[in-house]
Every structure is written in C-alpha cells, then in structure tokens.
C-alpha cells in the first residue's frame, strides 16, 4: 500500500509541477482548472485507464448522486431549501461513504446582479452548502468554496428560467 | 508513511504557487510614459490673457470652435510622427477636435477643413479669415522639435469676436508622450470656456471581455481617456475583474483568479510586479484606493459573510470597518477622505450606505424603491452615482444625502459608474441581454450625451482615473 501511494504522490506532484510550468510559458486560451492548493493525491490517479468511473472521481460521484451535485437558490437568496436539503443529504452519504474524497462547492448568481455583489453572494451560497454538510458530519476540510458570482453561467438566455439554473451551489470533486 | 508524503506534496504545491500563480497571467510591464512639463511660451501682450467671460453668447454646446494644424517652426524629423513636426501639428489637432466633438462639447471644427496657418499666425490670428468662417473661438497651436529630441507643443485660445487671447500654455513632452500635449491643450481649452476642471488628460482601466457568454475570457486592460495607447496587461488565462488605478497610476487594485481563487493584487505597473493586498486564506474583492491613495479598502469574506476592510497601502494589519451579518461591499471614498459611501443588503435588499472613515456612523442613504449598488463618491463631492436596479439597471445620481435621484441611462443593463476626474462625466459599462455582449458608455450629469467609447474587444468595469500628475 505504501509503494503505490509514494508513486501516486510522487506523479501527481509532477504533473501539478508540470502543468504550472506550462502555465508560466504561454497563455492558452482556455486553462484547465488550476491546481488546487488542497488536492490531495487520490487512489483514481492510480489507475485512469480503467472505463468505470472509479470512487473520487467527478465521474463516480455523478454516478452516485445524480443531478444531486448542484443546489439552486432563490433570487438573492442562500437559504437550504427541501429540495436543496435532499440534494446536500445525498452529497453527505457519499461523502461519508468515500471519506477521502474532498470537494469543492462553487457558488454562483445569475446575471441580474452588480459584479461584486454577485461574488459576495456566489460565496454565501457556498457556505450555506458546506455548512449544510458540515451539519451533516462532513469534515469542513474536506469542503472548500470558491464563487465565481454571475461569470460562469450553464444557462446563457437572459429570462428567468436561465436565471433560476444560474443560481446555483455546484459541488465538485477533487482529484 | 502516507500522511507524511501527502505533506510533503501539500508543501510543495503551496511553495511553488504563490510565486508562479501570481505572476502567470500577466503580461510584459508597461512604463506609464514621462513626464508633462509646463513651459513658459511668453506673453507678447502686456496685459496678458483677457480675464473674465468670454463673447459666447448662449448655449455652450453650440459655440463654434476652429482647430486648424498646429504649425511648427521648423520642420524637423520627430519620432511622434514619420513624416516631421509639421503633420504632427495637424494630428495634434485633430486629437482635440476629436476629443470635444465626442465629448459633446462646443462646435468644433478640426484641420482637415480649415486652412493651415504659418508659424506666426499662431502668436497673431488672421482674424478676418476666422471671422469669416463662422469661428466663435480659435485654437492655435505650435510644434517644435527641441535639440534634445523632445518636444515644445504651444496651445492658444483665442475669442475671434474680440481679437483676443484668452489663455496660453506650452508643455515639453517626449516624443511618445505628444498626445498627452494634445490633451492637455484639450484641457486647457474646455476648462477656460466652461469653468470646469480638466479631465482629458487622464487613462481608464477596464476589463477586456472576448469569447462565448459562459467561457468569457476577462483581461486587464488600459488605455487613454480617448482610448489611445490601449495596452493589455493580462494575458486571459485568469479572469480578472474590477480594477482600479491608484491616484499616482503607479499601482493597480485588481481582482484575478490566478490561484483559482477571487483574490486581490496590487499590481506595480512600472516593474509589472503584484501582490496580494491581504495574506488571507480567504475571498477578497471590490478594491478601492482613498483619494490619498494611502490606504486601500477591499472587501472579504469570511465563512460566506462579506465585510468591509482597510488597510495601509504599505500593507500591514487590516481594519474592519463593517460588522453586520450580510453582504457589506465596495466603498467610495468622498474626495476629502473623510467618509465612505458602500453597500449592504442587511436591510434585506441591496442599498447604499455611508459611514465615517474609521467605520463609524453607518446609516443608510437610500429610501426611494429599487435597490442601490455600486456607489461611487464624485470627485467634485456633490453628487453619488451608483447603479439603481429597479427591474433594469441604470445609471443614476444622488446627492450624498440620498436626494435628488435622476436617473441618467435606460439600458437593459447598466452597470458599475465611474466619474471623470472633473465629475462632470459618468463612464460605465452596458451589457445586452441574451447575448452577453458588453461595451463601455459615457454619459454626462444631463443624461444628453451619451456614446459608447470604442474599444477593441467588449469591454467592462471601467474605472477612470484621475488627472494625470
């Protein structure tokens, strides 16, 4: 066990490294997501060519909890709902299942709102979910947030239907 | 075993990206030009420049206003221009025509329609030639190139109906600083006809916008208030957002996600170099500089609440300023440095707020329906614009008591005020709906003259520094 876990370290350490020092060369017009300064090294790194998704990945935890990995808001608000408290229960019980996984919660808003606001507000959402796993038993750090206010939208038409998928606490897993 | 090579991982990561993270997305430094010296182009009259109003009679708007080519004394080869001083004196004023005809200021006529007066037709008008044009107002200029490379550019303004001088200044500038002599000259012109402060000679930082609606790629970028010397100093792999030019333009306060996180840097335009204004594990944004640009508000959040904070531009310890379960965020200082005009939602909706420096005070300013966001204090003090959402957004003002709401736009969108130096004028940003498509705009304190600033990409988050040191 502790052969494969220095070679896991070891190799995602590199390609973190590698993947900076790309970064720093030249500017490609659309990055991957930046390294996080809490990944930790997980047993999927072990073994990427297998087809299932494997335990700690994005893929299997959409696997388990369905469209579960989002919560959406109110217009300006950040309050758990039913439906929200249903969606973060299944989050929690596989978090509980799977107790290496870490996650991060985006929180977003809809375009109808001031700039800086609209992060203040992505960051509550996010919160607001983390806290409701962490009420759930979830370490909180295993949980980080990061909001990304109204400047990465799913749904691009201006009415409230897009609106309402925009305001939304999507939870990702790292890996 | 395991916990300790996960450690060392952790820490290598952490020791290798402050460093590389911070610096990745930006671009080559940019210099922010030399400096404008103020020469003495002598008085050839002894009582000097006529004092008191000038001929106009009637409206402002309508005051006719010549701008032939600036002559030189020489025509010399001048790295400003490749074909010599001469045509340099007619860019010259076609950067001022251009600068008040849209601006919506006076009548001007610009060079390429007007005869091109000599050398010593610039310190003694032929005045029957401008009579005779309709020309209300003269702007006579000069060109020269100097021995040590740089140049002397004279401005005069003349009232054609009294045959007299009205005001002269000249200015030595290098050579890749001449258009900052035509707004100088600019400057000059609209101040003593109007009474108003100058604004021309002052840049605009913005945010740089291209790509689709949920990929938008969000540069840094600055430029003159004319959108001349347009630079891009971030390279789009990291969104940046809400900058703000220090009262010097030596620093920038900008927003990026270059660690994957919204933080706060201090950007060093000379040496290019940034850092953070907080070492905090935690989300900071909304930056603003005092008018001393001494101290520096940003706001943070901390387990989801949002709060205001100050701290010395220096760094150092940071102050909070706000304290209220909610969303406080932004801030505008008023121009004596004395209060602050922000934002909160703690009454339940966005409205805005002023406190005195030290955070002491808070009350709220705003009762009239619809909600109060990004307020910004004017330069002059008399006036708060901010952007009012009630169903749209729009750019409105109010005094700093609350009153005296007009609203000043009628776009889908209007967003994030910023003034002139001068206050007379209010830059912004519009986005359409659907599209997401976004444009800077101006407007001024009329609500009359508004026109969309041309940029080469979409634009946002404008922020419109001061004059010029």
């Given at each position: 066990m502790t052969i494969p876990t220095n070679r896991i370290a070891a190799i995602a350490l590199l390609s973190s490294a590698s993947l900076l020092a790309a970064c720093a060369k030249e500017a490609p017009e659309e990055l991957p997501p930046a390294p996080e300064a809490t990944a930790t090294p997980t047993p999927s790194a072990a073994a990427p060519t297998q087809s299932a998704p494997m335990p700690g990945t994005q893929a299997h935890f959409e696997q388990a909890v369905g469209s579960n990995t989002v919560v959406y808001f109110d217009t300006d608000?950040?309050?758990?709902?039913?439906?929200?408290?249903?969606?973060?229960?299944?989050?929690?019980?596989?978090?509980?299942?799977?107790?290496?996984?870490?996650?991060?919660?985006?929180?977003?808003?809809?375009?109808?709102?001031t700039r800086e606001y609209n992060l203040a507000l992505g960051e509550r959402r996010a919160n607001s979910a983390k806290n409701y796993l962490v009420s759930l038993g979830i370490p909180a750090n295993r949980i980080r947030t990061v909001s990304h206010g109204k400047e990465r939208p799913v749904a691009l038409a201006s009415n409230e239907s897009a609106w309402s998928q925009n305001r939304r606490a999507a939870s990702v897993v790292i890996n | 075993m395991m916990k300790n090579l996960k450690q060392i991982a952790w820490i290598a990561l952490l020791l290798s990206t402050p460093t590389l993270a911070q610096n990745q997305d930006l671009g080559e430094p940019v210099g922010e030009g030399g400096s404008v010296e103020t020469t003495d182009i002598g008085a050839d009259d002894p009582d000097g420049p006529l004092r008191g109003t000038v001929t106009a009679s009637g409206n402002l708007d309508d005051l006719g206003v010549a701008i032939p080519a600036f002559a030189t004394d020489r025509e010399r080869p001048t790295p400003a221009n490749s074909d010599g001083t001469g045509a340099l004196g007619r860019e010259m004023a076609r950067v001022i025509t251009a600068n008040l005809r849209n601006n919506g200021i006076f009548k001007p006529t610009g060079p390429d329609s007007l005869p091109k007066p000599s050398f010593t037709q610039i310190k003694a008008p032929s005045w029957g030639s401008?009579?005779?044009?309709?020309?209300?107002?003269?702007?006579?200029?000069?060109?020269?190139?100097?021995?040590?490379?740089?140049?002397?550019?004279?401005?005069?303004?003349?009232?054609?109906?009294?045959?007299?001088e009205l005001v002269r200044e000249g200015w030595v500038v290098r050579p890749a600083d001449w258009r900052r002599a035509a707004h100088k000259c600019s400057d000059l012109v609209y101040s003593r006809l109007t009474g108003e402060n100058p604004f021309f000679d002052s840049r605009i930082a913005y945010i740089a916008e291209t790509g689709p609606k949920d990929k938008r790629v969000k540069r840094l970028a600055i430029m003159d208030s004319d959108g001349a010397n347009h630079r891009f100093l971030t390279l789009g792999s990291a969104t940046a957002l809400t900058p703000r030019y220090s009262p010097d333009y030596s620093k920038l306060l900008y927003l990026s996600y270059v660690d994957g996180n919204p933080r706060i840097y201090v950007y060093d335009i000379g040496s290019g170099k940034q850092t953070l204004v907080a070492e905090t594990g935690n989300p900071t944004l909304a930056p603003r500089w005092s008018p001393d640009g001494n101290s520096i508000l940003y706001s943070m959040a901390v387990n989801g609440n949002t709060d205001i904070y100050r701290v010395s531009a220096n760094g150092g310890r940071s102050?909070?300023?706000?304290?209220?379960?909610?969303?406080?965020?932004?801030?505008?200082?008023?121009?004596?440095?004395?209060?602050?005009?922000?934002?909160?939602?703690?009454s339940g909706s966005q409205q805005c707020y002023v406190m005195d420096a030290d955070g002491s005070n808070q009350r709220r300013i705003t009762f009239f329906g619809g909600r109060c966001a990004t307020p910004e204090w004017s330069p002059r003090g008399d006036q708060i614009a901010f952007t009012r959402i009630a169903g749209d957004f729009n750019i409105a003002v109010m005094t700093p008591a609350g009153r005296n709401l007009r609203v000043l736009t009628d776009g889908w969108q209007d967003e994030a005020p910023t003034w002139a130096p001068n206050g007379r004028i209010i830059q912004f940003f519009r986005t359409a709906r659907n599209s997401g498509r976004s444009g800077l705009h101006q407007v001024d304190l009329t609500g009359r003259n508004e026109r969309r600033l041309p940029t080469p990409v979409d634009a946002s988050d404008p922020a419109w520094g001061p004059i010029r040191p």
């Amino acid at each position: 066990m502790t052969i494969p876990t220095n070679r896991i370290a070891a190799i995602a350490l590199l390609s973190s490294a590698s993947l900076l020092a790309a970064c720093a060369k030249e500017a490609p017009e659309e990055l991957p997501p930046a390294p996080e300064a809490t990944a930790t090294p997980t047993p999927s790194a072990a073994a990427p060519t297998q087809s299932a998704p494997m335990p700690g990945t994005q893929a299997h935890f959409e696997q388990a909890v369905g469209s579960n990995t989002v919560v959406y808001f109110d217009t300006d608000r950040f309050n758990i709902d039913s439906s929200d408290a249903a969606s973060l229960q299944a989050q929690a019980q596989y978090l509980g299942q799977f107790s290496q996984v870490t996650v991060t919660i985006e929180g977003h808003a809809d375009e109808r709102g001031t700039r800086e606001y609209n992060l203040a507000l992505g960051e509550r959402r996010a919160n607001s979910a983390k806290n409701y796993l962490v009420s759930l038993g979830i370490p909180a750090n295993r949980i980080r947030t990061v909001s990304h206010g109204k400047e990465r939208p799913v749904a691009l038409a201006s009415n409230e239907s897009a609106w309402s998928q925009n305001r939304r606490a999507a939870s990702v897993v790292i890996n | 075993m395991m916990k300790n090579l996960k450690q060392i991982a952790w820490i290598a990561l952490l020791l290798s990206t402050p460093t590389l993270a911070q610096n990745q997305d930006l671009g080559e430094p940019v210099g922010e030009g030399g400096s404008v010296e103020t020469t003495d182009i002598g008085a050839d009259d002894p009582d000097g420049p006529l004092r008191g109003t000038v001929t106009a009679s009637g409206n402002l708007d309508d005051l006719g206003v010549a701008i032939p080519a600036f002559a030189t004394d020489r025509e010399r080869p001048t790295p400003a221009n490749s074909d010599g001083t001469g045509a340099l004196g007619r860019e010259m004023a076609r950067v001022i025509t251009a600068n008040l005809r849209n601006n919506g200021i006076f009548k001007p006529t610009g060079p390429d329609s007007l005869p091109k007066p000599s050398f010593t037709q610039i310190k003694a008008p032929s005045w029957g030639s401008w009579s005779g044009r309709g020309a209300e107002m003269l702007v006579h200029g000069f060109v020269n190139a100097r021995p040590d490379g740089r140049l002397t550019v004279g401005c005069y303004l003349y009232d054609v109906a009294l045959q007299n001088e009205l005001v002269r200044e000249g200015w030595v500038v290098r050579p890749a600083d001449w258009r900052r002599a035509a707004h100088k000259c600019s400057d000059l012109v609209y101040s003593r006809l109007t009474g108003e402060n100058p604004f021309f000679d002052s840049r605009i930082a913005y945010i740089a916008e291209t790509g689709p609606k949920d990929k938008r790629v969000k540069r840094l970028a600055i430029m003159d208030s004319d959108g001349a010397n347009h630079r891009f100093l971030t390279l789009g792999s990291a969104t940046a957002l809400t900058p703000r030019y220090s009262p010097d333009y030596s620093k920038l306060l900008y927003l990026s996600y270059v660690d994957g996180n919204p933080r706060i840097y201090v950007y060093d335009i000379g040496s290019g170099k940034q850092t953070l204004v907080a070492e905090t594990g935690n989300p900071t944004l909304a930056p603003r500089w005092s008018p001393d640009g001494n101290s520096i508000l940003y706001s943070m959040a901390v387990n989801g609440n949002t709060d205001i904070y100050r701290v010395s531009a220096n760094g150092g310890r940071s102050v909070r300023l706000t304290n209220t379960p909610g969303i406080d965020v932004g801030g505008s200082y008023s121009p004596d440095g004395r209060k602050i005009v922000f934002e909160s939602d703690r009454s339940g909706s966005q409205q805005c707020y002023v406190m005195d420096a030290d955070g002491s005070n808070q009350r709220r300013i705003t009762f009239f329906g619809g909600r109060c966001a990004t307020p910004e204090w004017s330069p002059r003090g008399d006036q708060i614009a901010f952007t009012r959402i009630a169903g749209d957004f729009n750019i409105a003002v109010m005094t700093p008591a609350g009153r005296n709401l007009r609203v000043l736009t009628d776009g889908w969108q209007d967003e994030a005020p910023t003034w002139a130096p001068n206050g007379r004028i209010i830059q912004f940003f519009r986005t359409a709906r659907n599209s997401g498509r976004s444009g800077l705009h101006q407007v001024d304190l009329t609500g009359r003259n508004e026109r969309r600033l041309p940029t080469p990409v979409d634009a946002s988050d404008p922020a419109w520094g001061p004059i010029r040191p």
